[in-house]
Each structure stands twice: as C-alpha cells, then as structure tokens.
C-alpha cells in the first residue's frame, strides 16, 4: 500500500537534527480505506496493535510498515542501520489539547517514523509536527509539517550518542543507542476526532 517511491524521494534534513519528510506515501483514496477500516478507539493516547481489530486496508498498512523494503529506505534515509531491528507500531486516534507538548522521546527507540492519514487538517487547530531548534520554545522551529494524509516525517532519535539531544517536532528525541525501530502517531488536533495513522519508524 505504502508509496515507497515516495519514501525514497524524501527531502532529508541535518538541522536542526536529522529528519526526513515525504509527501504521497499514501493516496486520499488510500488513506480514506485505511480510515475505513480503522480499529474503533474511544479515548486519546497511544495503543499498541496487540490490543486492536487489525483488518482489511488498516492491515495492508501495517505490513507495509513491518516491511524490510521499509527499514532499508530509513536506515539510506536517516544514516542507520534499522534492517533486522526490532520495531514497535503504535496507533492513535483522538488526541486533546495536553497532547501537543514537548516531552522527551522513549529512549528505547533509535528513530521514529509517523504517517498521517487525516483527509483534511486546519492549521488554526494546530497539530502540526514541527523540527524546534530547542527544548524550551515550541516557536522557535525550523520547518512544520501538515498532518495529510500520506504525508510522512521522521527523525533519528538514537543516531549519535556524543550529539545533543534533538527536538523532534513536539517531541524531544533524546539520543541514545538502544536497538528498537519504532513508532507512535502524533496528535493532530486539538479536542477533536483524529484520523490519525499508525506508524513505525
């Protein structure tokens, strides 16, 4: 299901850390069946895969996202090596206000990877993922990305250990060297019904 063309076309950035964004990983009507057959999730926050309905085109995701083809793009991508490594998948649906807030990264993780599939997204709202330049100012960043659908972003998180940690959109990546390859979807809106991605990274 994945474009993994478009993947492989990700502009790749260095500052303020490392990171990528693509845009048509997924088409509209792509991410409408995944929407479609998404698990039913009632309350905010992150939910591992083992607790949810995994069916039809929600599943065809998901193993595009467990895929070698996948972890051999990000580790060319991101300057890691991410075949064979371990990977978590994490899906949200709703998200409220509290959600978008800088907060440290689970050291666990060497990269992170999200995928969003909202068919549309007013930026009023907020929810944006942004690369900050620090840890102290949620404005002070160097590129926002829109949460539409197909779009993708990620960040190496464990990709040099004398590096200072790295802010990751709403999330500072602290940078460590454990051998996980995971993923959680962020919040893209504010006190509203999401429909947000699962991920991986």
Known sequence: MINFNALEAAKVYDAPFRFITAEGALTKAQAGEVRR?????DRSGYLPLTKLDVK???????DDLQSKRLAEILSDKLSLDLVDKPRMITVRKLSKIGDGRVHNDSVSKITTMLIYLNDDWDPAEGGAIRALNGPDDMDDFSLEFPPLAGNVFACAVGYELARPSAICGRTLCRADDLPRFAGCARPQRKSRRVANAPEEA
């Open 56 to 62: 039809g085109a929600f599943a065809s995701l998901i």
């Open 37 to 41: 057959d998404y698990p039913t999730i």
